[in-house]
């Protein structure tokens, strides 16, 4: 007994009810056995996301990889987990805190700590939960954290073993500070953004004698740093200045005018202000002229007390400050408008200052060559490869990864130092004690301090494809030697250095292997006018808003249609809304078939044809949708499976078979047509599973009562074979006869009731074994494959095959030899503008070879279109 289908497929009764199921039976979990093994670790969300549309388009790919791996056969695992994000969560709980009228500094690290947790343990999952309801199949068992304490002594073991190795330093150095978060950043985690400035001549007055020199700064809020101020050495305009000495506005301090080759002449006025402590060129040529550091600001941005002036003042407040003290002291000479790219921590916004701070570095020189050559030989392969440049050119020029940060939250350090200063690096004060013993026997442990900085969040997420196997701690154990190196990893372009460049460097340096096979690097999501989406914009849309409107599988399909690799996409809601119309569709074609009745009865040669044909279409289908997931054209992959359902399972195969109605009553459908339409309609379902997981289990389970208990989602993917591809060339000349029909009878108003007759001239083309279905589709009284042609008939040509559909009381002959004529006429002069083009020497001359061919195809075309026409004329 058929149960009653709704008549509407409604989302949210079906995809809590499937996910449960999935979840209880275990299918998502993995565990090493003797299959192949698939592999796929998460980009760990920050531990403070909440769900948006780049995670939307990253989860979806890697669920679509990873049910697709399944029904493959292969022992899927994708592994989930969240990333401790210092900066990000340190910056949420500080807020918190102050919520309750509670300060950062009137807190011991312990305290704040506790707070910390606390706000991960509450907040912290959210982000995982809502992945679920995109439909994500995560192996949640495995579900890991980036401070987890297995991981947490595998980031500390790490450190310690690259310190031992002497990959691991510290040292001062210029690093870029981000005065919001009070903490240094990476090179990598600064965004540089076009700033409108303003380029400020000042004057510095000679110290002996009239005359001053005028200096060009965007920066005067740091001109109390200035410590010399440098000319070039071959500038003429200065050489009577050499070891010469200047004053220093705002401070009134004398400095020397030194040389140095670094500067440029062009630049302004010549001279260059000399802030060793706010500049990086300037460190350098501070440090080449052995020249003192004055730091004139506060970690906070604000100007410090060896300013001297402005003090406590913000930095951009100062900046005015300046400007308007420069101009009361008669020193401000002229400003012009200047734009220039400021940088902007990519985590605050903050607009970064240039710090001298005490720092870890990990020196990279050596240890990222493995790395680089691993993409470079193939090894590990960027899709798509255009990016393959991108980070040889970063590889080749990388920089000392600057480690530390001025957080408490995150993995702390694992140095201690004595009051002389000696340092340990080791697991434990009292290691440490005993190291530090040997170089100092007056050690005493209660003074020594373990170093206050925590690790920068990419030295813990760059283990992450050992980590989450354990496979720092315990390097043989058997998830490690089973599920590493993983099979493919799905990210986005921009944190291809943050993360990707160095989990392989982390994978050479400490499995000797690579950490995955495969890199699909996705777009950016973008609005229709190509602005990157963002809560501030407001061009954002909520990603749980979609699949409640829209349903998961219409969400999933929407991202997907719009989302080639590598190439940012440009996101409108009505693609969700396409997604959503094609499981309406599914469900649509799910409820007519499953309404059909069945007898047992002799097969028609129509359906025997359909059915053969399908099989066929179903096969290359499947052949070249396998390609393209080969491939990584995911998108492409979809768009194909999407076409054989709507086009070819829906708006051909189901018309060919579709049961008639006499006495309006559906008759039935012969037992092996509607096993074989069964047959197809689960190969399809499975095919669409990986894009469109809840619809597909939901019409399954409903085919197949008979598999109660189990899933689409372990079943094996399809493998139909081609038997006879000639149905396909068979198929394509019906279709296009089939078509040119439909549009004769929709010129002619010709309602579809209405039989017509049809004949078809004798061509090698024409498969005789489609007659049936021809006559079906087109509502033929009768279909002759005739020798010659038929007068008073209106002609047309379907491929190579010319067929005529005779004139009867049914069409007006005056009307349609007009209409021939109109259209003869229209070609004919189109065909001269195009034979102008090809007689035109300089044309030829000057055109590419394919613009040429375009216009030779025009030409055979629309002589082929006038030959047509001449025979339609003749017929009439």
């Not at 004690?433 to 026997?441: G, S």
């Not at 719009?562 to 396409?578: I, K, M, R, V, W």
């Not at 039935?668 to 095919?687: E, G, M, R």
Request: proline share 4%.
């Amino acid at each position: 007994m058929k149960r009653e289908i709704p008549k509407v497929y409604q989302p949210e009764n079906t995809e809590d009810k499937w996910y449960s199921y999935w979840m209880g039976k275990g299918y998502f979990h993995s565990e090493p056995d003797n299959r192949e093994p698939y592999t796929i670790v998460i980009p760990p969300p920050n531990v403070t996301g909440v769900l948006h549309m780049g995670h939307m388009l990253n989860n979806t790919i890697q669920d679509v990889l990873i049910r697709r791996a399944r029904m493959l056969g292969k022992n899927a695992c994708w592994v989930p987990g969240t990333d401790h994000a210092s900066i990000a969560t340190e910056a949420r709980v500080v807020t918190m805190l102050r919520e309750k009228g509670i300060k950062k500094s009137d807190l011991s690290r312990e305290a704040f700590l506790k707070y910390a947790w606390e706000w991960k343990e509450k907040y912290g999952g959210i982000i995982l939960e809502q992945l679920k309801k995109l439909g994500a199949s995560c192996d949640w068992n495995r579900t890991r954290f980036t401070m987890d304490e297995q991981y947490y002594k595998d980031v500390i073991s790490v450190f310690i073993d690259l310190y031992n190795k002497g990959y691991i330093y510290r040292g001062l150095r210029m690093v870029n500070w981000d005065p919001v978060a009070k903490t240094a950043v990476s090179d990598e985690e600064v965004i540089f953004k076009e700033s409108k400035s303003k380029l400020v001549y000042v004057k510095y007055k000679y110290e002996s004698g009239d005359g001053f020199l005028t200096i060009a700064t965007v920066r005067p809020e740091t001109i109390m740093g200035d410590v010399a101020v440098a000319v070039h050495p071959e500038d003429e305009r200065y050489k009577h200045l050499h070891n010469k000495k200047v004053i220093v506005p705002l401070v009134n301090r004398a400095v020397p005018v030194i040389t140095d080759e670094a500067i440029d002449i062009e630049f302004g006025t010549g001279c260059l202000k000399v802030t060793p402590a706010h500049d990086v060129i300037d460190y350098e040529i501070g440090q080449r002229h052995n020249l003192p550091v004055i730091e004139t600001l506060n970690e906070d941005g604000t100007i410090s007390e060896a300013g001297q002036v402005f003090i406590g003042m913000e930095r951009f407040a100062a900046r005015k400050a300046a400007l308007k003290k420069l101009e009361e002291e008669g020193l401000l000479v002229k400003t012009e408008d200047y734009t220039n790219q400021v940088g902007h921590s990519e985590r605050t916004n903050a607009v970064i200052e240039p710090r001298l701070s005490m720092q870890w570095f990990l020196n990279m020189k050596n240890i990222s060559k493995p790395a680089l050559d691993a993409v470079l030989n193939g090894e590990v392969n960027l899709i798509p490869n255009k990016f393959i440049n991108t980070y040889r050119h970063w590889m080749e020029n990388v920089k000392d990864w600057c480690l530390s940060r001025q957080l408490w939250w995150g993995h702390r350090i694992p140095a201690w130092y004595d009051q002389t200063g000696n340092v340990a690096v080791c697991q434990s004060k009292e290691e440490a004690f005993k190291i530090l013993k040997k170089h100092n026997p007056d050690v005493k442990a209660e003074e020594m301090i373990q170093d206050e900085d925590v690790l920068d969040t990419w030295a813990s997420s760059w283990l992450w494809p050992i980590s989450v196997f354990n496979g720092i701690s315990d390097p043989d154990n058997r998830d490690i030697n089973y599920y590493y190196p993983g099979s493919d990893l799905v990210t986005a372009p921009e944190i291809l250095f943050f993360w990707v460049a160095r989990m392989i460097i982390a994978g050479y340096e400490f499995r000797g292997e690579k950490p995955f096979t495969n890199v699909y690097l996705t777009g950016i999501v973008r609005d229709k006018q190509g602005r990157k989406m963002s809560k501030s914009l407001g061009n954002s849309p909520e990603p749980l808003e979609l699949i409640e409107k829209y349903g998961a599988d219409g969400v999933r399909v929407g991202m997907l249609l719009c989302s080639p690799a590598g190439n940012d996409l440009l996101f409108d809601e009505s693609y969700c809304e396409q997604g959503r119309n094609f499981a309406n569709k599914i469900w649509n074609a799910f409820r007519l078939v499953y309404s059909w009745e069945t007898v047992d009865s002799k097969t028609s040669e129509r359906n025997q044809t359909a059915s053969a044909w399908f099989n066929e279409r179903l096969a290359f289908a499947l052949k070249t949708i396998n390609d393209l997931f080969a491939k990584y054209r995911i998108s492409e992959a979809l768009m194909a499976a999407y076409k054989l359902f709507w086009d070819d399972f829906c708006n051909w195969y189901l018309e060919m078979i579709k049961p008639e109605f006499e006495d309006g009553k559906q008759t039935p459908v012969d037992q092996v047509t509607y096993d074989a339409t069964i047959y197809y309609f689960n190969s399809l379902l499975k095919i669409l599973h990986p894009f469109l997981p809840f619809i597909s289990e939901e019409i399954w389970q409903t085919l197949n009562e008979t598999h109660k208990g189990s899933s689409i989602m372990v079943e094996p993917w399809p493998n139909t074979v081609s038997k006879d591809e000639s149905y396909l060339q068979g198929f394509d000349a019906a279709s296009a006869i089939i078509l040119q029909v439909r549009n004769i009878r929709k010129q002619k108003s010709i309602p579809f009731k209405v039989l017509i007759q049809l004949n078809i001239l004798r061509h090698s083309d024409y498969d005789s074994r489609f007659n049936e279905i021809i006559r079906k589709l087109c509502h033929l009284s009768d279909l002759n494959i005739t020798d010659t042609k038929i007068e008073s008939s209106i002609a047309f040509m379907a491929g190579n095959i010319e067929a005529f559909i005779p004139v009867s009381n049914k069409i007006n002959a005056e009307e349609e030899r007009k209409r021939i004529l109109t259209e003869m006429e229209y070609q004919k002069g189109f065909l001269q503008s195009v034979l102008k083009k090809l007689n035109n020497p300089s044309f030829m001359s000057k055109a590419r070879p394919e613009v040429i061919a375009a216009e030779e195809k025009k030409k055979s075309d629309a002589e082929q279109k006038i030959t047509t026409l001449q025979s339609q004329l003749e017929n009439l």
